[in-house]
């Protein structure tokens, strides 16, 4: 067994090492997005003169209303530097979030001396410890299969996108890879904004179709058939207590509560079962 430093180290290194290629992307990326901002707005505009075309409303006063107030104020350039500034502050979060869990691995071996201190006897200090062992067992046996699910989730998105020539493709991989932490809320996302970026890049086209399609069969395999095939009902969770315990924490605590929200239920739930 390797010392205890050593397993610390092997545990922090790797997740301050994905953060800060997570976070160099989206600095990287930042310039060329801002940079392409105004491409995208004129694609958008001609998109949606396209489809004022097929609808037959180009002619029509309530289209030309329409247009003057809200399309001619359109710009993508600004909408799209809010969204970069939105996606660095959801970066930020991550990095607050792997921060806590970076000073709860430093403070882990001080955590059985407290344990043995507060409790009335050893045995009951010996059975808190055991559901806290199985907390552990359940939430670390969690997150590892959603790390390995993510990254096969990533890198087969970031294959199709970038045969698709999709734009950014590798900051879109990473986002995907992120939100498999989410549960639910988070395919539809790693869904949905590929495939509004490949409708403003391609308008609607066949690379935007066959991407959608892509994408959804991706999410739908790992989402739907390796998943539960890998983890089975080993959380215990219903996907209503699921989706509650998202609302709930990320209304509490945003973004860092909806990626914490199954491992705080989890844990919730074990306590419960444990102790009444």
Known sequence: MLPEPVCYALSILPLAGAIFLAVDMVAANKDAILTLAPRYQESVLTQL?????????????????LRRSVVAELNIQSLIGAMVTSLSGFMVKIFVVALYACFLLIERRLFAGKLAAMAPNGQSAARISSVIDDINDRIGAYLALKTLLGLAQGLLCWGVMKLMGLELAGLWAVLIALLNYIPYIGS??????PFL???????LSGETVALLISLTLIHFVVGNVLDPYLMGNSLNLSPFAILAGMAIWSAIWGVAGAFLAVPIMVSTASSARNFR
């Open 49 to 65: 003169h396209k489809g004022a075309l097929l609808l037959r409303i180009d002619t029509e006063p309530t289209w030309d209303s």
């Open 197 to 203: 970026m490949s409708l403003v890049q391609f308008g």
């Open 188 to 193: 539809v996302l790693g869904i949905l904004l």
